[in-house]
């Protein structure tokens, strides 16, 4: 046992790109697929917070948001309430560069720290991090409260920052992620 649940992130809207981006295809495979592969050899379970029908085939438990239009910080809470585990670790289904080498170093990293967010240059990636089960309740006040930024989130939670510039044989392109369509042809 790891003691750790993986967990995709998939609910968005995808207004710039009109489509779902997890299902857009890379390399002959979903954008998802991609994300699970990485994800896969590093957690106990993997699953997925979508509220698209689309990703119920892929053989995972699938939950959509316990509370609606908060965007990802929503989703991010709602992954922290289905989990099983203390240590979860959430990414966006839209960064198929992923590694699961990336994944493993990130979890490596972890220790008591409520979250765990990696910085990549000077951007922080809150989308590829680890999320304790303990700031649920702390989370849901934020969007009881309107708050939906998971930047504001995580600046007031008990947040340890891993600066991965040193490490860019291992980080190299893996935050890359899918918005627009420019995004997406540039990435096939």
Excluded: W
């Amino acid at each position: 046992m790891k003691n750790i649940t993986g967990i995709i992130l998939a609910g968005g809207k995808s207004t710039r790109m009109g489509e779902d981006k997890g299902m857009l295809v890379l390399k002959g495979k979903k954008m998802v697929e991609h994300v699970i592969a990485a994800l896969t050899p590093n957690v106990d379970e993997v699953i997925i917070i979508s509220n698209n029908d689309n990703y119920n085939n892929l053989g995972f438990k699938v939950y959509s948001d316990i509370i609606k239009n908060c965007g990802p910080l929503g989703g991010i809470y709602s992954a922290l309430q289905y989990s099983n585990t203390d240590k979860n670790f959430i990414v966006s289904c839209d960064i198929p560069k992923i590694t699961s080498e990336a994944i493993a170093f990130i979890i490596a990293q972890s220790m008591n720290e409520d979250v765990l967010v990696p910085i990549e240059k000077t951007e922080i990636e809150p989308l590829c991090a680890i999320y304790n089960k303990v700031c649920c309740e702390q989370i849901k006040g934020f969007l009881d409260a309107g708050q939906f930024k998971i930047r504001n989130a995580i600046e007031k939670l008990n947040t340890k920052y891993l600066d991965v510039n040193l490490y860019q044989e291992i980080f190299k392109e893996v935050f890359t992620n899918v918005n627009t369509p420019n995004d997406y042809e540039a990435l096939k």
